[in-house]
């Protein structure tokens, strides 16, 4: 009975700490420091050579993710991975499609979100309805993904899907640890 009890346990906690979507998008690409691979749940159709996958989540300012505006009820979840695992403090977020005043205000943007970590942080964030970076800092730990839940948005004319132009860990700091 005890070897049973065990092996439930076992199983279900292997579930908690599974940090995949089944339907996930994911983008990877090679930085100085490693890998770092974005992955969402939803993104937005193309509109000709506008994409808004998650490789738009670089900060570039070219493009944004977006995801798509009809969801199914499900909250749209971002989740960065970085291999190896990185030490971070700082996460670097750019709120909606920054691209221009225009495309900024025709796109809901993040106002409530849940912010995790593989290292068990978990805290709701809310973020300025601005176009300009904004820099959330968490307690500084050695991190294998850092991902965003979001849960309430601002509004958007015409009511389109959320949009992220930027979603980085700050590894730099802690780049000679």
């Avoid at 691209?99 to 900024?104: I, L, N, P």
């Avoid at 850092?146 to 992220?164: E, F, M, Q």
Wanted: hydrophobic share 35%; aromatic share 8%; charged share 20%.
């Amino acid at each position: 009975m005890r070897f049973k009890t065990f092996a439930i346990a076992s199983l279900a906690a292997g579930f908690a700490c599974a940090p995949a979507f089944a339907d996930e998008i994911c983008h990877e690409r090679t930085t100085q420091f490693g890998k770092l691979r974005h992955c969402v749940t939803s993104v937005r159709t193309s509109e000709g050579a506008i994409t808004f996958g998650p490789e738009q989540l670089d900060g570039t300012g070219n493009s944004a993710w977006c995801s798509s505006s009809g969801n199914g009820g499900t909250r749209p979840v971002i989740t960065l991975y970085e291999e190896p695992k990185a030490t971070i403090r700082t996460i670097n977020i750019t709120n909606g499609n920054a691209t221009s005043d225009e495309s900024y205000r025709a796109s809901a943007r993040v106002k409530n979100a849940l912010l995790e970590t593989d290292r068990g942080y978990r805290a709701t964030i809310t973020l300025k309805d601005t176009r300009a970076p904004q820099i959330v800092i968490i307690a500084k730990a050695r991190i294998g993904w850092v991902r965003l839940t979001i849960l309430d948005t601002y509004p958007s004319k015409p009511a389109t899907g959320v949009c992220l132009n930027e979603f980085l860990v700050n590894v730099e700091e802690f780049a000679n640890e």
